[in-house]
């Protein structure tokens, strides 16, 4: 965890310095692809030493298949390589280390690493073996056309702004970003002559990763008081259990779901700002003319806390792996693609048996929040009195739901699970 830290906050530093000093102006993209490629590689043997090997071989792996493997299936045999070594690396770790937190853990990197390798592979089928009509809007703007060189291929997967904690980008975003034109593309998409410029504005990402600094200092404070304090495993404690009552049980489950998120939030939010300080991440310029730089984050912590639907919930946590399982498997699933996808889920996340209780619960809660909504909402809009009690009942309701879901992924193992469930 301190070298995690370490390697984000030196990351923070060279990716402002790479801004400023090897900008689109001041260097060639080679320059900037080998400068990311090398200070990524860097860290993973900073954090992860002997261990980050695994991470070199999986990239490797799935170069050599992007260079022999037939257009039509390349998105089929990257998937299966890259997903199936890195269950056998979850499966390893198991065994060797059981339960608990690791100081090996190099899963992380490995899991985006997969996500890279999956996305590429599948936009570069869409790009190259599948004609303009058979692909979705999205899939047509992100479509990439010619395979990457070695040195393209290698700063995507292994730069330093997302190398420890992600997040995953589209392929050609990336490209854009390291060749100048990330900004540059966004900013076409608005008339500024109407708005009164002379020419394109220089947006700046400083004030967007000072906010975001500030988000990750509140979160760590969170997480080395609350979540400390209020440990998941309290509520499987035969002396809690006996003593509480159910509804006193239910707050407790909240709270301690509540304090398990700073974590997250912590560790994403500061990637985005690593990424933000290298000049990577903006979305583009609302209505009002302020600039966004959002592109790249995993979370937006206000809907988190104020969904009033599951759907709603899984869309803003985590929002590059969801937006990873809806383009490798929600829209290519030929069947069930909602069960599909939180199966994907699990298996991404490990083989600890908690992850598999959550996504399965995940697929059942999904499934029965949509069939309640479509069934019932009409009949609380006519008023607002009913719409405002609609919404706080339909709020609870599903933080509750995400509670139960999510508390066996903190657990991991079977015996606390099936104790929590009774």
Same mark, same amino acid.
């Given at each position: 965890?301190?070298?995690?830290?370490?390697?984000?906050?030196?990351?923070?530093?060279?990716?402002?310095?790479?801004?400023?000093?090897?900008?689109?102006?001041?260097?060639?993209?080679?320059?900037?692809?080998?400068?990311?490629?090398?200070?990524?590689?860097?860290?993973?043997?900073?954090?992860?030493?002997?261990?980050?090997?695994?991470?070199?071989?999986?990239?490797?792996?799935?170069?050599?298949?992007?260079?022999?493997?037939?257009?039509?299936?390349?998105?089929?045999?990257?998937?299966?390589?890259?997903?199936?070594?890195?269950?056998?690396?979850?499966?390893?770790?198991?065994?060797?280390?059981?339960?608990?937190?690791?100081?090996?853990?190099?899963?992380?990197?490995?899991?985006?690493?997969?996500?890279?390798?999956?996305?590429?592979?599948?936009?570069?089928?869409?790009?190259?073996?599948?004609?303009?009509?058979?692909?979705?809007?999205?899939?047509?703007?992100?479509?990439?056309?010619?395979?990457?060189?070695?040195?393209?291929?290698?700063?995507?997967?292994?730069?330093?702004?997302?190398?420890?904690?992600?997040?995953?980008?589209?392929?050609?975003?990336?490209?854009?970003?390291?060749?100048?034109?990330?900004?540059?593309?966004?900013?076409?998409?608005?008339?500024?002559?109407?708005?009164?410029?002379?020419? &394109?504005?220089?947006?700046?990402?400083?004030? @967007?990763?000072? !906010?975001?600094?500030?988000? /990750?200092? #509140?979160?760590?404070? +969170?997480?080395?008081?609350?979540?400390?304090?209020?440990?998941?495993?309290?509520?499987?404690?035969?002396?809690?259990?006996?003593?509480?009552?159910?509804?006193?049980?239910?707050?407790?489950?909240?709270?301690?779901?509540?304090?398990?998120?700073?974590?997250?939030?912590?560790?994403?939010?500061?990637?985005?700002?690593?990424?933000?300080?290298?000049?990577?991440?903006?979305?583009?310029?609302?209505?009002?003319?302020?600039?966004?730089?959002?592109?790249?984050?995993?979370?937006?912590?206000?809907?988190?806390?104020?969904?009033?639907?599951?759907?709603?919930?899984?869309?803003?946590?985590?929002?590059?792996?969801?937006?990873? &399982?809806?383009?490798?498997?929600?829209?290519? @699933?030929?069947? !069930?693609?909602?069960?599909? /996808?939180? #199966?994907?889920?699990? +298996?991404?996340?490990?083989?600890?048996?908690?992850?598999?209780?959550?996504?399965?619960?995940?697929?059942?809660?999904?499934?029965?929040?949509?069939?309640?909504?479509?069934?019932?909402?009409?009949?609380?809009?006519?008023?607002?009195?009913?719409?405002?009690?609609?919404?706080?009942?339909?709020?609870?309701?599903?933080?509750?739901?995400?509670?139960?879901?999510?508390?066996?992924?903190?657990?991991?193992?079977?015996?606390?699970?099936?104790?929590?469930?009774?």
């Amino acid at each position: 965890q301190i070298n995690f830290v370490a390697c984000q906050l030196f990351a923070l530093l060279a990716a402002f310095w790479f801004r400023i000093y090897l900008g689109p102006n001041h260097a060639s993209s080679a320059v900037r692809h080998a400068f990311a490629t090398l200070f990524g590689i860097y860290f993973a043997v900073f954090c992860f030493g002997w261990y980050s090997i695994h991470l070199f071989i999986l990239v490797m792996m799935n170069y050599g298949i992007m260079n022999m493997a037939s257009i039509p299936n390349i998105h089929r045999y990257s998937f299966v390589v890259a997903m199936g070594y890195l269950t056998l690396c979850h499966i390893s770790r198991i065994y060797i280390f059981h339960y608990g937190i690791l100081t090996t853990d190099f899963s992380g990197p490995l899991m985006i690493i997969t996500q890279k390798i999956t996305t590429l592979a599948c936009q570069l089928h869409d790009g190259i073996g599948r004609q303009a009509e058979e692909l979705t809007a999205e899939q047509n703007r992100l479509a990439v056309k010619t395979k990457p060189s070695l040195l393209e291929y290698l700063s995507y997967l292994l730069n330093f702004m997302s190398i420890i904690a992600g997040p995953c980008s589209n392929y050609k975003d990336y490209v854009a970003f390291i060749e100048g034109r990330h900004v540059h593309m966004k900013l076409l998409e608005v008339n500024w002559k109407q708005k009164g410029y002379d020419r &394109l504005p220089d947006p700046s990402p400083t004030g @967007a990763v000072m !906010y975001k600094l500030c988000i /990750t200092l #509140v979160s760590l404070i +969170l997480f080395l008081t609350l979540t400390k304090n209020f440990p998941m495993a309290y509520i499987i404690d035969n002396e809690f259990l006996d003593k509480t009552p159910f509804l006193s049980r239910l707050a407790y489950l909240y709270v301690v779901t509540q304090a398990a998120k700073p974590k997250y939030y912590f560790a994403w939010t500061l990637a985005d700002a690593v990424n933000n300080a290298a000049g990577y991440g903006f979305s583009g310029v609302d209505e009002r003319g302020t600039f966004h730089w959002d592109l790249l984050s995993n979370l937006n912590i206000w809907n988190i806390e104020t969904a009033t639907s599951f759907k709603m919930y899984i869309e803003n946590w985590n929002i590059q792996t969801a937006a990873w &399982l809806k383009r490798v498997c929600y829209d290519r @699933a030929p069947w !069930y693609p909602t069960a599909l /996808t939180f #199966v994907l889920s699990a +298996l991404w996340h490990g083989v600890y048996p908690g992850y598999y209780f959550t996504f399965l619960t995940g697929i059942l809660i999904t499934l029965a929040a949509r069939a309640i909504r479509n069934n019932c909402r009409r009949y609380f809009l006519s008023s607002v009195p009913l719409k405002t009690a609609y919404d706080v009942l339909t709020w609870a309701v599903t933080q509750l739901a995400v509670c139960y879901t999510v508390a066996p992924f903190v657990m991991l193992a079977v015996e606390p699970t099936i104790k929590f469930y009774k």
